[in-house]
């Protein structure tokens, strides 16, 4: 693994793309009641078949998120709070990059490592979707 230091620039690049994508979706999320707005907002999926799916939950993170409550998001979807939090770090490394010229670190990683990355997402993506069907079905969390 190797991370490399750009020169102190203003370029817009992924990751200021990621902080604006962060930025619009939070101020949604904070001022726009989506599923009170949209009648047939909802998973069907899980209207359907009983069972909720991966993504269930991805809302109301992003509604309490914004909100700031952390707990609640994490009870709703843990991966979805970890990709909210990460959007918020990109929006205020965004802000300094474009505002202040602080440069972007970017992490290089060799084939293995990206092999490596690729089987703890799919843990994660898989561990994350245990705890949302026991949450949703066991636990009641709405």
Known sequence: MRLYLPKPNRTFGAADAMGLIGLVGFLVARFVPIALIIPF???MFRKVTGIP???CGLTRVA???AH???LGA???NPLGT???AFFAVMMVWSFLHLAFKVPIVELVLDDDEWRKARWATLFLFVANY???VFAYTQLNFR
């Open 41 to 43: 907002w909802g998973c």
């Open 68 to 70: 700031f409550n952390v």
């Open 63 to 65: 509604d309490r998120f």
């Open 130 to 132: 245990a705890w949302v």
């Open 82 to 84: 970890f990709a909210a």
């Open 74 to 76: 994490l009870k709703a």
């Open 53 to 55: 799916c991966p993504g």
